[in-house]
């Protein structure tokens, strides 16, 4: 135990900044000042951070702290050099600002923090939060303090969450998030596992060879099965196949977590974490692996919001059918592949009276019985849409002829002619007029497509009701 002062003497007022510019040991020092500077010196080695001291030119008079952990570097190797260097081209700027800002404020008060990318030799840039503490007007220290603190993932979390907001994809959030695991508290080797778009196999993101996962049995399987978390302190209960493979990888203990969970109580990716220490996962790591938990949940969530909102804007409300817009991103696909679409434009014959005489709500009943009639006619490869009111489109697949077409649209006339019952038992009797489209020249936009079967469409009124015209080029 240190030697306490004795009663009633005054504690010798010594300002941390006097620490970096420790005196030189001599005849006169006592053996006490010796160990305490040692003592002090070796505390401030032992900073899991960098700690430097910069002067008015930008120059690091000072450097000390586990500056190792922070990069390649060492604390001689950074004194006489200029703080840009430490940090990357485009934070110089950054940094530069907190060392002015910090000089300019009163004497030991903190300013920051600032996040800057420092230059790591061997990894590359690598996120910090830098601190700035001004000790100019102290003589044995005549600069400001820089204390950066090394790379955790909580910062790189932060950027997962801007990037969602930004439109990052499922995998690239997953990925990000996987890398933000590697740093501490967690320090693992993660990924995410969820189906994949065609339901055959699964997602794995990222997807890295040497990191053990499916096809094999393992932990994530029982989150597939309903399981929240399923952690194993050591491999033992790992295949024999799993266990070779993962230590083979240096990996001793693996997490698995369920992740954005359903309302059946299943959940729809699961997180696998791999460490390289036999044991137990600390609090800490398990609240870091919680908080990237909810990051991806949330990812999921704004994927799904995102894919029903165009959902809704490509489906028809009120027929369930393909909207204009959905049928127009549809059609001009086709015409980005260099197909020749045929186009089929249907009207409702009779339609206006159905609505003047008996209302909206019948004519809605209209609608969706003539989509369901028109739906049962099409030919299981063509596309149905409803434009507006009561006009319909068939978009036919594949190369088909001018008969083939004119049999579709005799299927539709006859179809919606006949009588229909709307509300009330009162029955109506509408009919179809059909424009249609083909073989025009392959690249035709696709607005033009429909305007040559609308004005077919026009034609095809002039005749009377239930008749169909091809437009000719």
Same mark, same amino acid.
């Given at each position: ?23 030189? !040991? ?16 070796? =505390?401030?080695?032992? /900073?899991?951070?960098? /700690? ?14 586990? /500056? ?19 940090? @990357? ?12 800002? +910090? ?10 923090? %600032? ?44 950027? =997962? ?27 693992? $080797? ?32 029982? =989150? ?12 033992? %209960? ?5 266990? @070779? ?13 369920? %992740? ?16 390289? $220490? ?24 704004? +994927?799904?919001?995102? +894919?029903? &909102? ?14 204009? @817009? ?42 969706? %019985?003539?989509?369901?009639? /028109? ?34 649209? $005799? ?22 007029? =059909?424009?249609?489209?083909?073989? &025009? ?7 033009? &497509?429909?305007? !040559?079967?609308?004005? +077919?469409?026009?034609?095809? !009124?002039? !005749? ?10």
């Amino acid at each position: 135990m240190a030697d306490l002062p004795p009663p009633g003497s005054q504690p010798r007022s010594e300002p941390f900044g006097t620490l970096p510019a420790m005196p030189p !040991k001599d005849r006169d020092s006592s053996p006490d000042q010796s160990r305490s500077a040692g003592y002090l010196e070796g =505390v401030l080695a032992s /900073l899991p951070a960098a /700690l430097l001291v910069i002067d008015s030119n930008g120059t690091i008079t000072y450097a000390s702290g586990q /500056l190792n952990r922070m990069g390649s570097r060492t604390p001689g190797s950074l004194k006489g050099a200029a703080i840009g260097t430490l940090v @990357t081209p485009e934070d110089r700027e950054a940094v530069d600002q907190l060392i002015k800002l +910090a000089a300019a404020r009163a004497e030991g008060q903190m300013v920051g923090p %600032v996040r800057v990318s420092y230059v790591d030799e061997v990894r590359g840039p690598r996120v910090t939060q830098a601190w700035g503490l001004n000790r100019s007007a102290d003589q044995s220290i005549g600069g400001v303090i820089l204390l950066m603190l090394p790379e955790s993932s909580y910062e790189r979390f932060d950027q =997962v969450l801007e990037s969602i907001s930004l439109g990052a994809t499922l995998e690239e959030t997953f990925a990000a998030l996987a890398e933000a695991l590697r740093y501490p508290p967690a320090e693992a $080797e993660c990924f995410f596992l969820a189906p994949a778009r065609d339901d055959r196999g699964v997602l794995r993101a990222p997807d890295i060879q040497q990191v053990p996962g499916p096809p094999s049995a393992g932990p994530w399987d029982d =989150v597939w099965a309903g399981a929240h978390v399923v952690s194993h302190d050591n491999l033992t %209960v790992l295949s024999p196949a799993l266990q @070779t493979a993962a230590r083979a990888a240096g990996f001793h203990a693996v997490s698995a977590f369920g %992740v954005h969970q359903r309302a059946d109580g299943r959940y729809d990716a699961c997180l696998v974490m791999w460490r390289r $220490e036999e044991g137990p996962m600390s609090g800490f790591a398990a609240a870091n692996a919680q908080r990237a938990i909810a990051i991806a949940s949330l990812a999921m969530s704004h +994927a799904a919001e995102e +894919a029903g &909102l165009k959902e809704a804007t490509q489906r028809d409300s009120l027929t369930g059918l393909a909207s204009r @817009t959905g049928f127009f991103e549809l059609l001009e696909a086709r015409v980005r592949a260099g197909e020749q679409s045929a186009i089929l434009y249907i009207d409702l014959d009779g339609f206006r009276q159905v609505n003047e005489t008996l209302g909206h709500l019948a004519g809605d009943a209209v609608l969706r %019985v003539s989509a369901r009639r /028109l739906a049962s006619v099409m030919r299981p490869t063509d596309d149905l849409a409803r434009l507006s009111d009561d006009e319909f489109v068939v978009l036919c697949s594949g190369s088909v002829t001018e008969e083939q077409v004119g049999a579709i649209a $005799e299927r539709i006339i006859a179809s919606l002619s006949r009588p229909l019952a709307v509300a009330d038992g009162e029955t109506v009797n509408i009919g179809a007029s =059909v424009g249609a489209v083909l073989d &025009l020249p392959v690249g035709t936009p696709a607005d033009a &497509l429909l305007a !040559k079967a609308d004005h +077919a469409l026009y034609r095809a !009124k002039l !005749k009377g009701p239930g008749q169909w015209v091809v437009a000719t080029d």
